[in-house]
């Protein structure tokens, strides 16, 4: 199964920018689709961002315009550039990979805390 791993979370302030990434164990140049998701305390994850490999991105509606998916496949990493942070951002971020078939897998998440 593929392992995937988040980083660059922290503390940032309202308005601020923080760069996700999510790096798998296998490579994700074949047919892999590459999700956000997030949840923050005693909420249900929801759906963030997500990525085809033909470069296909989709957003929920509340980080439109704020937050940029990207990937690079040669780097086996999948990018959330968050700008213009908000306290409602504020949640454990998690990548999760579609493979062809179906089958999903999630990373062990990341932390992000928005306040002043």
């Known amino acids: 199964q593929v392992q995937l791993v988040e980083s660059g979370g922290g503390l940032v302030q309202p308005g601020g920018s923080l760069r996700l990434s999510c790096t798998a164990s296998t490579s994700i140049s074949s047919m892999y689709i590459i999700n956000w998701y997030r949840q923050a305390p005693g909420k249900q994850r929801e759906f963030v961002a997500r990525?085809?490999?033909?470069?296909?991105?989709a957003y929920t509606d509340s980080v439109k315009g704020r937050f940029t998916i990207s990937r690079d496949n040669a780097k086996n990493t999948v990018y959330l550039q968050m700008d213009s942070l908000k306290p409602e951002d504020t949640a454990v971020y998690y990548c999760?990979?579609?493979?062809?078939?179906?089958?999903?897998?999630w990373g062990q998440g990341t932390q992000v805390t928005v306040s002043s």
């Open positions: 999760k990979s579609d493979d062809p078939y179906g089958r999903a897998s």
């Open positions: 990525i085809r490999n033909n470069g296909g991105i």
